[in-house]
């Protein structure tokens, strides 16, 4: 028998380890639902819990994933006994491996608000989650956030983390990574970063879905039943769409189907404020059956908050559909009022994504994960605009296909 042969046979006989999983501003449980669904080999995740400020985001939480969420500030606990009485809650087992989930807050920094100078006390949150990392000293670090986050304004607050954990010996690595590329039907892009005493569990993943291959609209939604705005299915209370008034579904009957905007309006028609400046270009636009979606946001319901009206049908997205989009499977409920579901789901980690990272880290944990390249990393803080950052991101990729396909 070769070397190959027995390595094989002997990871198929090896037990997968039990690895406990925390969830820090968890939300509507996005990440911890990805890594709960995954389908691992060598990792066995156990989902312990979640925390957020948000009630509602956490009894969806709760009611999915059937684990406790804590209605908690994670600066809180900064002070010891807050942290053991939070693990105890959890059922923490300190001699059982740890994943740590951090996916703070990213309004604070978000491109909308580069005017805004105050200081957003939301970004001090990454301080405190990298203190409950050198406190728990976890086997593993997981952290998603808006590409902004490693750009030059707020890079001080990603390598203040980064070098509390490094002083600890800890590895880290940062990436922008488009999700649609690992099968959310949008074009999001998110930053992740992985820290890891072990360098090997610090690989990045690779991306499954080739531009050719996204998931689009069309694949994600078609199938439910139409809607009018303000109409709920009898079938499903999650697919519930936003009352427009008569004169914005009037303005939205003037948009062609199928990825049409505002441009086609006959002058005069929508509001002045957009007439006038060169900007909002996606603002009552439709989606395009064929392309993923933009990037979901909490204003999603609403068509003058950007390309949210539905490819054919006048009206916003219903809660079911931005859930869809976002990565959630057809059956999982948001609690809470109306407006609260699609702040959740804009906010949320997309499941999809996690699911992807979670069977990626279950390879990198044996140090079975493919090698990338350093190159593609953040070890630098962007120093031109996120818009063009982006851009050539999606430039690079359509490259690699296209080289890959003449191979």
Not at 114 to 120: A, F, G, Y
Not at 224 to 249: I, N, Q, W, Y
Not at 252 to 278: E, F, N
Not at 334 to 341: H, V
Request: glycine share 6%.
């Amino acid at each position: 028998m070769s070397m190959q042969s027995t390595q094989r046979e002997s990871r198929a006989k090896r037990k997968p380890e039990e690895v406990q999983v925390i969830d820090f501003f968890s939300g509507c449980g996005g990440m911890s639902y990805g890594f709960h669904t995954a389908q691992s080999r060598n990792v066995k995740y156990q989902i312990l819990g979640g925390l957020d400020i948000d009630r509602h985001a956490n009894a969806t939480y709760e009611r999915m994933l059937g684990k406790p969420a804590l209605l908690e500030d994670i600066q809180r606990l900064a002070d010891r006994d807050i942290l053991q009485e939070a693990l105890a809650k959890w059922g923490y087992d300190p001699s059982k491996p740890l994943i740590l989930i951090g996916c703070a807050p990213c309004q604070g920094f978000s491109s909308h608000r580069k005017k805004d100078r105050r200081v957003d006390e939301r970004n001090e949150l990454l301080a405190a989650f990298g203190a409950i990392v050198l406190a728990l000293e976890p086997e593993l670090v997981v952290m998603e956030n808006v590409p902004e986050m490693l750009q030059k304004k707020y890079w001080k607050h990603y390598e203040a983390f980064s070098s509390q954990v490094e002083k600890r010996r800890y590895f880290t690595r940062a990436r922008l990574h488009n999700l649609a590329s690992f099968g959310v039907p949008q074009e999001r892009y998110r930053a992740l970063v992985l820290a890891s005493r072990l360098a090997h569990r610090v690989e990045m993943p690779k991306p499954t879905h080739a531009p050719s291959n996204f998931v689009s609209v069309r694949d994600a939604i078609a199938q439910l039943p139409a809607l009018s705005a303000g109409e709920e299915c009898r079938f499903d209370p999650m697919h519930k769409t936003s009352k427009h008034r008569r004169a914005t579904v009037e303005l939205l009957k003037l948009i062609p189907h199928d990825g049409g905007s505002r441009k086609s309006l006959p002058d005069g028609v929508g509001p002045k404020c957009h007439t006038k400046v060169d900007g909002f270009r996606d603002v009552y636009g439709r989606l395009w059956w064929d392309r993923p979606a933009v990037a979901i946001t909490a204003r999603c319901r609403t068509p003058s908050c950007g390309r949210f009206t539905h490819p054919t049908q006048d009206r916003g997205l219903s809660v079911r559909e931005a859930g869809l989009l976002q990565g959630f499977p057809i059956d999982y409920h948001f609690e809470g009022p109306f407006d609260d579901k699609f702040k959740q789901i804009g906010n949320a980690v997309a499941p999809t994504f996690a699911r992807a990272l979670a069977e990626h880290i279950d390879r990198a944990w044996v140090g079975e994960a493919e090698k990338t390249s350093l190159e593609g990393d953040v070890c630098a803080p962007i120093e031109k605009s996120i818009s063009s950052a982006l851009a050539g991101m999606k430039r690079r990729l359509r490259l690699s296909e296209q080289e890959a396909e003449v191979a």
